[in-house]
């Protein structure tokens, strides 16, 4: 009985984890929205399976950093998304040239 319970548990972890981590983004984004559909906290969703919290309704303008069109989508802009720098020095946006010699 306790050995069922406790791999159950486990694979029940290891689909989390593989949630989170592999499957593609959009679908990630859909588990979000559905889940704080029925009352979870999107922010602490959105955090765990490395998404942004938006409104999943569609209307494509949640993602976007400006506050006008979050709330137009019902959300509040994410803190972080807001005041993230948009210069060229930002490290996310670093581009790797690749030479290619034949």
């Given at each position: 009985m306790?050995?069922q319970?406790i791999?159950g548990v ?10 989170t ?6 679908w990630?984004r ?5 889940l ?7 922010a ?11 409104c999943g309704s569609?209307?494509?303008s949640?993602?976007?950093a400006s506050?006008?069109?979050?709330s ?7 803190s972080g998304?807001?005041s ?19």
């Open positions: 306790w050995q319970l791999v486990i694979v029940a972890a290891c689909a989390l984890h593989a949630a981590r592999y499957l593609p983004v959009a990630r859909q588990i979000v929205y559905a704080s559909r029925r009352g979870f906290d999107q602490r969703l959105a955090k765990l399976f490395k998404t942004e919290p938006s569609g209307c494509g949640c993602g976007a506050s006008s069109s979050a137009a989508c019902g959300t509040s802009p994410s998304a807001a993230a720098p948009t210069d060229s020095s930002n490290t996310a946006r670093r581009v790797i040239l690749l030479h290619v010699q034949r």
